[in-house]
C-alpha cells in the first residue's frame, strides 16, 4: 500500500468516510439508508474528474461487503465481463464499478446488461460525459438511479488534506510534516474542486520537501511551484468544457461582463481555442443579431486575429470582442426567425413557389405559364431601392410572419422599415 498514491490510499472504505456529496450519498439520503440496509441498486455516478464517483463506489463497496470488481471501459474487454459474469453466477450477486462507463461497446452490454437486469450484477457506472448523451439507453434503463455529483467545495478539500495529514495509517500522519495554515490553503485553493489533484499536490510537496532532524519542512516556494503545474478544472472536449461555454454564451447574453471574461479564461485555460472561437462567432450573430449588425464582423476579425496569432496572446482579441458583445444592444430576431420557418418546413407547411418567381430563362417559360414577374427597381420608392406590390410566398403562407423585430439599437431603425414595407401591401 505505501508505494500506491496517496489518493488511491485515502480513498473512504464505507459511506461514512465520505467527503462532500452529501446531498447525494449523506446520512439522511434515501441511496445511504438502502445501502445500510443491505440494498445496492445499479446506479450511474455523472460528474467531473476528481469529485467522487469512484471514491463512492469504493465506499458503496465497503458498506456492502458484496463480492467487488472494478473495470474500466476503455481497457475491459468481452473477457473482463465474462468473468464477473461468472463470479455472479458462483456467489449469487456481486457489485461492479465500471469507470467511463460511456465507452461500453455493444458486445460488452450484451454479455453483461441480462445479469444487471436480473439483479446477479449491481452495476454503479461512472462517466464524466452527459449520461443523457453519451450511455447507451439500456445501460441507462438498467440503472435505478442517475446521480450528477458536484464539484467539492473548499471545505471538502480542506477536510480531505487534513484527513491525510493526521491517518497514520493510510496517509502521511506517519511522518511529520511542517505545513502552515497558508500553504494548506494554497493547495486546496489549487486543486479546484478536485479530490485527486489536492491529495496528489499534497503528496508532491511532501516529497520534494527536505527533511531537518527528522521534520519535513514545506517552503512557500515548493508549494507554489507545484500548484502552479495543477491546471485547470475542467477537460477538453468533455462535458465540462461545453458546460464553460455554455455559461460563457449565457453570460455574454445577459450582458455581464465580468462573468463572461471569466468563463472565456476558464475555456482558454482548457486549450481549446477553435471551440472558442467558434461559439464567438456564433454568439455575435445569434445574440447580438441585428440590433448591432456590426458585431459579427468584428467577432470574424476577432477570432482570425486569434487564430494567428494563437494562446496566450489570442486572449486579448478574443476578450475584447467578449466585452464588445456584452455591452452591445442584443436581439435574437434573426435565429427566431429562420427558426420558426425550418420548423413550419419540416412541418410539411409548404405550397408551390408562385409562378411570377420562378426561373424564366429558358425558351417555352410563359407557354408553362412562368410570367408576371415585377421588378421592383423599375418602381423605386423613397430609400427602399424599389418596391412592388406582388406576392412572394406560397399561396398557403400568405400573411405569415416570421421576422418580428426586437426594438433595440439598430433594429430600431429596421422595425421602422420592416412596418413600412408592410403598410404598402394593399
Known amino acids: 500500500?505505501?508505494?500506491?498514491?496517496?489518493?488511491?490510499?485515502?480513498?473512504?472504505?464505507?459511506?461514512?468516510?465520505?467527503?462532500?456529496?452529501?446531498?447525494?450519498?449523506?446520512?439522511?439520503?434515501?441511496?445511504?439508508?438502502?445501502?445500510?440496509?443491505?440494498?445496492?441498486?445499479?446506479?450511474?455516478?455523472?460528474?467531473?474528474?476528481?469529485?467522487?464517483?469512484?471514491?463512492?463506489?469504493?465506499?458503496?463497496?465497503?458498506?456492502?461487503?458484496?463480492?467487488?470488481?472494478?473495470?474500466?471501459?476503455?481497457?475491459?474487454?468481452?473477457?473482463?465481463?465474462?468473468?464477473?459474469?461468472?463470479?455472479?453466477?458462483?456467489?449469487?450477486?456481486?457489485l461492479l464499478f465500471l469507470d467511463e462507463i460511456h465507452r461500453f461497446n455493444k458486445l460488452q452490454q450484451d454479455t453483461l446488461l441480462p445479469h444487471v437486469e436480473n439483479g446477479s450484477i449491481v452495476l454503479i457506472g461512472a462517466t464524466t460525459e452527459n449520461p443523457y448523451h453519451d450511455v447507451n439507453p439500456a445501460i441507462r434503463s438498467r440503472c435505478g438511479e442517475?446521480?450528477?455529483?458536484?464539484?467539492?467545495?473548499?471545505?471538502?478539500?480542506?477536510?480531505?488534506?487534513?484527513?491525510?495529514?493526521?491517518?497514520?495509517?493510510?496517509?502521511?500522519?506517519?511522518?511529520?510534516?511542517?505545513?502552515?495554515?497558508?500553504?494548506?490553503?494554497?493547495?486546496?485553493?489549487?486543486?479546484?474542486?478536485?479530490?485527486?489533484?489536492?491529495?496528489?499536490?499534497?503528496?508532491?510537496?511532501?516529497?520534494?520537501?527536505d527533511e531537518v532532524n527528522n521534520e519535513t519542512i514545506v517552503q512557500d516556494d515548493t508549494v507554489k511551484n507545484l500548484a502552479e503545474r495543477i491546471g485547470v478544472f475542467g477537460d477538453k472536449k468533455g462535458s465540462h468544457f461545453y458546460n464553460l461555454l455554455s455559461a460563457l454564451q449565457k453570460s455574454v447574453r445577459g450582458s455581464d461582463t465580468n462573468a463572461a471574461l471569466y468563463y472565456l479564461a476558464h475555456c482558454l485555460e482548457n486549450g481549446d481555442l477553435v471551440a472558442v472561437a467558434r461559439r464567438l462567432l456564433v454568439m455575435g450573430y445569434e445574440d447580438i443579431?441585428?440590433?448591432?449588425?456590426?458585431?459579427?464582423?468584428?467577432?470574424?476579425?476577432?477570432?482570425?486575429?486569434?487564430?494567428?496569432?494563437?494562446?496566450?496572446?489570442?486572449?486579448?482579441?478574443?476578450?475584447?470582442?467578449?466585452?464588445?458583445?456584452?455591452?452591445?444592444?442584443?436581439?435574437?430576431?434573426?435565429?427566431?426567425?429562420?427558426?420558426?420557418?425550418?420548423?413550419?418546413?419540416?412541418?410539411?407547411?409548404?405550397?408551390?413557389?408562385?409562378?411570377?418567381?420562378?426561373?424564366s430563362h429558358y425558351a417555352g417559360a410563359k407557354t408553362l405559364g412562368v410570367e408576371g414577374y415585377q421588378y421592383p427597381h423599375n418602381t423605386p420608392i423613397g430609400t427602399f431601392g424599389g418596391w412592388v406590390d406582388q406576392e412572394y410566398l406560397p399561396e398557403e403562407l400568405v400573411g405569415i410572419e416570421y421576422y418580428k423585430p426586437v426594438i433595440a439599437g439598430e433594429e430600431k431603425r429596421m422595425a421602422g422599415i420592416y412596418d413600412k414595407l408592410k403598410s404598402f401591401k394593399k
Open 1 to 94: 500500500m505505501p508505494n500506491e498514491p496517496l489518493a488511491f490510499r485515502m480513498r473512504p472504505r464505507n459511506l461514512d468516510e465520505v467527503v462532500g456529496q452529501q446531498s447525494i450519498i449523506g446520512k439522511n439520503t434515501t441511496l445511504y439508508k438502502m445501502i445500510s440496509n443491505g440494498h445496492v441498486p445499479s446506479i450511474l455516478l455523472y460528474g467531473e474528474p476528481g469529485i467522487g464517483k469512484t471514491s463512492i463506489a469504493y465506499a458503496i463497496a465497503g458498506t456492502s461487503h458484496l463480492p467487488f470488481f472494478a473495470l474500466n471501459a476503455t481497457r475491459a474487454g468481452k473477457k473482463d465481463v465474462e468473468d464477473v459474469v461468472a463470479e455472479a453466477q458462483i456467489t449469487g450477486k456481486v
Open 146 to 209: 442517475i446521480k450528477q455529483l458536484k464539484r467539492l467545495t473548499y471545505e471538502d478539500i480542506d477536510a480531505l488534506v487534513l484527513r491525510a495529514l493526521e491517518d497514520k495509517e493510510r496517509g502521511l500522519g506517519r511522518y511529520t510534516i511542517r505545513l502552515s495554515d497558508s500553504q494548506r490553503d494554497k493547495i486546496v485553493v489549487a486543486a479546484h474542486g478536485d479530490a485527486r489533484k489536492a491529495l496528489t499536490l499534497l503528496e508532491s510537496i511532501y516529497y520534494a520537501s
Open 289 to 359: 443579431g441585428l440590433a448591432n449588425p456590426e458585431i459579427g464582423g468584428h467577432v470574424l476579425a476577432a477570432v482570425q486575429a486569434a487564430e494567428r496569432l494563437g494562446l496566450p496572446e489570442a486572449r486579448i482579441p478574443l476578450a475584447q470582442a467578449v466585452i464588445e458583445m456584452c455591452l452591445a444592444s442584443k436581439s435574437n430576431s434573426a435565429i427566431s426567425a429562420i427558426d420558426a420557418a425550418i420548423a413550419d418546413i419540416r412541418a410539411g407547411k409548404t405550397g408551390d413557389i408562385p409562378m411570377h418567381l420562378r426561373d
